[in-house]
């Protein structure tokens, strides 16, 4: 019989609870159902009165050409970021977790990006990718091509998926890391006496093993590359050129903030709450349930 | 480590210096980039070795703030940084713990009610 300790008064539990409710309603309940309702509304131009619409804005956003074409631009961004920061991290994890001498400086550097902001992040990449005065487009220019992704769209998407998995792949690597080293010692020596090589138990041992990291990875990643990528597209693109890089969360900000479309952004932020709820949802169900290997 | 595998330890060190190198990369560059004059960075290519302004450079935007853009000291920023780093782990930290405390302590008078 474990020990159980009982608050004899009914009221203090709830008051040591308060805050973190209080907390919670404030910052998450109180916006959300704001946003919620905006969403239903349509402002005059000067945001002096709104009327009531229903469900109006969310029509009017998929009529929208310039939204279809954020959600492909959001899919090709996000999975381009989850797949490249993964593949990326767990090739460096699995050679890491081989190595034993230098071990810890590798680790130190591979973890680095993890300590720089969003934002600086794009700046950084921004400055060693400048037109014309970049070091790696002095270099490119020497294999022949010309980089400019101020006006070429498909090079300024490539900029912020190389800054966005640059500031992920530290955070994969140390999942990975913890994840192989948790896989039983006894497991790959067996198959290396059975006969198997590094390729095979690779492929055999270690990445079943891992798929529960994988798929928590996989997640993360995904939430990451939809919401937290904002610093780095504000930081450096912008949007642009002609839309080419302007991911959902940029555009809920450019149409809430810079246009002062409060009822279409609150649509949009209310699809992006769907959005980040299933898949949440997806997570726990899974990660309760164990991914099937 | 299970067996001996020379090429593979060789191809495991080659791997993980590249991607050292290609993650340190950009910081390295905007390291240099801040010991360097402004005419020194914008000339093509830019020096790829540490210059000779780096305690110019660092003084000059800690004390008097950049030269060009919002002129803001660094060093206030750094102080506002420190404040918000503390302040925001230790309030959460204190909220949750708050919290922590009752909700598994109700969790536990639910189980002793429900089971009778």
């Not at chain 1, 019989?1 to 973190?20: G, N």
């Amino acid at each position: 019989m474990e020990k159980r300790v009982v608050f004899r008064s009914a009221w203090l539990p709830y008051v040591l609870l308060a805050p973190q409710l209080a907390i919670t309603v404030v910052f998450f309940f109180w916006p959300a159902s704001q946003a919620v309702w905006y969403s239903f509304q349509l402002q005059d131009a000067f945001g002096l009165a709104s009327q009531f619409v229903g469900f109006e804005n969310f029509r009017a956003l998929f009529r929208d050409p310039h939204y279809l074409q954020s959600f492909k631009t959001t899919a090709v961004f996000s999975i381009a970021v989850s797949a490249s920061g993964i593949v990326v991290s767990l090739l460096l994890a699995t050679m890491a977790d081989r190595v034993v001498r230098g071990a810890l400086v590798y680790k130190t550097v591979l973890i680095w990006p993890y300590a720089v902001a969003a934002a600086v992040a794009g700046v950084l990449w921004a400055f060693i990718f400048a037109p014309s005065i970049g070091i790696v487009t002095y270099l490119l220019k020497g294999f022949g091509i010309d980089w400019n992704w101020i006006i070429k769209g498909d090079q300024a998407m490539l900029l912020i998926i190389i800054a966005s998995v640059w500031k992920q792949i530290s955070y994969n690597f140390l999942f990975f890391l913890a994840g192989l080293q948790s896989i039983p010692k006894s497991l790959i020596e067996a198959a290396a006496i059975d006969g198997a090589g590094p390729a095979r138990r690779f492929w055999t041992i270690v990445i079943p093993l891992l798929s529960p990291t994988t798929f928590f990875l996989l997640v993360v990643n995904i939430v990451y590359a939809f919401f937290e990528t904002f610093g780095v597209v504000d930081a450096t693109t912008q949007g642009g050129p002609a839309q080419a890089t302007q991911i959902l969360v940029y555009k809920v900000y450019h149409d809430g903030v810079k246009s002062a479309d409060i009822g279409g952004s609150s649509a949009q932020s209310v699809i992006l709450m769907i959005i980040v709820i299933a898949l949440t949802a997806v997570q726990f169900r899974f990660i309760e349930r164990k991914v099937q290997y | 480590m299970v067996e001996r595998r020379p090429l593979l330890t060789f191809v495991a060190h080659a791997v993980l210096i590249i991607g050292a190198a290609i993650v340190a990369f950009p910081i390295y560059i905007t390291f240099v980039a801040s010991t360097h004059s402004f005419q020194d960075i914008m000339q093509v290519p830019m020096p790829l070795l540490p210059g000779e302004h780096f305690l110019e450079n660092y003084k000059q935007v800690l004390i008097g703030g950049t030269t060009t853009g919002s002129r803001a000291a660094v060093d206030r920023m750094l102080l506002n940084s420190l404040i918000m780093a503390l302040v925001v782990p230790i309030g959460k930290m204190s909220i949750s713990i708050l919290s922590l405390s009752p909700s598994s302590i109700s969790a536990s008078r639910c189980a002793i009610s429900s089971s009778g």
